[in-house]
């Protein structure tokens, strides 16, 4: 018994390091990303090495590299090899959502009116053409939702899972660029939801594997129409869920 909770209380230290970690990598990639924007480090300029970073953060070098990782994806640095980090000329600025912009309930209320807007159609595209293959995947993706404490482990990956598997039966090459494009954070953490309440967030997972079938059997037979219902409920349930939160927060 005593190996088992000495086990668990590794992984909880261990989750904990991880989320610091993150939190410290956001914090230090926000600043350099205002010193850019300020024009401290201008375009062409390289940023101090990274052992200054950590004397200027007092950050460990596994921090300053997620953060400068963090600031390559957005288009602000580039690496080069040998020589150091570079500031290059920001594109246009790409649709991209962080997990801090689903940190608060007013950004998820606006995610789900942008995911009502796009996956409403792809239920009713996947229901036209959908092939074997492709209700397989959804299936077995939909398969795993239904061991409630499987889904619990990993409701975000399973629950983003079956929205992907949908928008790549769609038969439309962009629908699935779209959703990949913006990630799982698009999917709402439940504890935004629940964090007063976490009794009910078994019964809330059920609801949603629920609503998943209803969506799914849509798909399977063919009703277009039906798929179209049963994602616009199933989403505007979760919408309406999460603005009757933020009327009461």
Known sequence: MRIHQLSDDCAEQGSFMRKRRDSLASVVAKDLAERIDRGDYAVGDKIPIEARLCEMFNVSRTVVREAIATLRSEGLVTSRHGVGVFVVE?????????TEAVGELSEVVELLELRLGVEVEAAGLAALRATEEHLRAIRDVFAKTCDLDAFAEQPRELDYGFHLA??????????????????PVIIPRSQLLHASQPEITRAYLQQMVDEHKGIFDAIAAGDAAAAQKAMRMHLSTSLERYKQRLVNS
């Open 90 to 98: 920001r594109a246009n600025p790409a649709l991209s959502i962080t």
């Open 166 to 183: 949908i928008a790549r039966a769609s038969g439309n090459g962009w629908m699935p660029k779209f959703m990949a494009f913006i990630g």
